[in-house]
């Protein structure tokens, strides 16, 4: 386990508890993707990045993908599906909100340019019912939007903003009926069902990353070498607790954190590593080492990880900035087998090949089979081969 606290601590050296495997690319060139977004069924991603860049891929098999339509040159900065599955929001730079729809895969323009203005759009969310979605921007901004009437799009700035910091991440728990922010220095804040925000701390870290597993009542954070965990009030949101751990030992910087399994998650670092986190426990666990990652390829390993998402409790894909994906597992337990069946054979088989003879022997030599009786047999069988060896003698007589 990584050492977890407030203060500086010695450096934890561990192996990776995944293996590297399978390795592709989603174009010869540099996507410059910024990150993804799975869907609720879990079959799809969506990847989004510079440029407008939009890739969807198959969660399973990354090598099934939709081609995608192209939509400008503004930078992509987040995508959230709707909790219905069949639409997602993607935001960026200048204003821009797009909509996905999956039905045909086509993506239009979501509105609200009156509004947004030119703003940097930096994260969105819908909320658990999806009839809102937040939208939050560089400036610390944020907003609630829907599709109105006439196509077009209702927002409204929320009240009881912070300083300014950019709101970097916002995330909407999938069974409390709350929402959370993340910032750069204005802390940690909680949506309630009125779209009221409430500060609850945390303010000393830039927060980069969040998740919120539906089987906890918390949301967790990275920044840096930080982990920080908000224990959700329901019935008083502005009573939710913040806790931050600093971790030792992890080999690099946190840039941001995705789900795996349950209430544990997987903790993106630069240089290229994973870390695991387990919000049940509150810990964190060496997960893929940067010096394994070199040793598997070279180049890879320069690149920066965007997102993850899992295909078994302990499998699944990376994405990296440039459009590299590769798959990790487990490493194999085929070593462990032939480890195991080599100690049989070594074993067992020369212990079966041994009784066998020693029958053979017994079965020709009653003297033998008389002294190992004595020797390793019961009462019962000792006692019936003192009367048989007795009824031998009688018989020689």
Not at 354 to 364: C, K, Q, W
Request: net charge negative; with cysteine; aromatic share 6%.
């Amino acid at each position: 386990m990584l050492c977890a606290t407030l203060s500086s601590a010695a450096a934890v050296q561990a192996e990776s508890a995944v293996v590297l495997d399978d390795m592709d690319s989603l174009s010869s060139n540099d996507l410059g993707l910024n990150g993804a977004t799975l869907d609720p069924s879990g079959r799809w991603v969506l990847a989004y990045g510079e440029e407008s860049v939009m890739k969807m891929i198959n969660a399973a098999d990354p090598s099934i993908q939709v081609p995608m339509p192209a939509t400008g040159e503004s930078e992509l900065n987040d995508a959230d599906y709707h909790p219905g599955g069949l639409t997602a929001l993607i935001v960026g730079k200048d204003g821009v909100v797009l909509r996905y729809s999956a039905d045909d895969h086509s993506v239009t323009d979501a509105g609200g340019h009156e509004e947004f203005g030119d703003s940097s759009l930096t994260a969105v969310a819908w909320n658990q019912g999806g009839s809102w979605a937040y939208v939050g921007s560089e400036d610390g901004t944020i907003w609630r939007m829907r599709a109105s009437s006439d196509g077009g799009a209702e927002v409204h700035v929320l009240e009881g903003l912070g300083t300014g910091s950019e709101i970097t991440e916002i995330e909407c728990h999938g069974e409390i009926l709350l929402c959370v922010v993340g910032t750069t220095y204005d802390g940690i804040a909680i949506i309630d069902r009125d779209h009221s925000l409430h500060w609850v701390g945390g303010g000393i870290y830039p927060w980069n990353g969040m998740v919120c597993p539906k089987t906890t009542d918390v949301c967790v954070f990275t920044s840096g070498d930080a982990v920080g965990m908000v224990n959700l009030d329901a019935s008083s949101p502005s009573s939710s607790e913040v806790s931050i751990s600093e971790i030792s030992g992890a080999g690099g910087v946190f840039t941001g954190i995705d789900s795996q399994h349950e209430d544990r998650s997987i903790i993106l670092l630069t240089p290229f590593s994973l870390v695991e986190h387990d919000a049940g426990m509150n810990a964190s666990f060496p997960w893929l080492e940067n010096s394994d990652v070199v040793e598997f390829d070279s180049t890879v390993s320069g690149e920066r990880i965007v997102a993850t998402w899992a295909t078994d409790r302990d499998s699944g894909w990376i994405l990296t900035d440039r459009g590299t994906i590769l798959s990790f597992h487990p490493p194999s337990g085929d070593s462990w087998i032939d480890g195991l069946m080599g100690l049989v054979i070594m074993v067992v088989f020369p212990l079966v090949i041994l009784g066998v003879v020693l029958s053979i022997l017994m079965s020709m030599s009653p003297e033998l089979s008389h002294w190992v009786t004595m020797k390793i047999g019961s009462e019962e069988e000792k006692e019936f081969s003192k009367r048989d060896s007795r009824r031998r003698r009688r018989g020689r007589k």
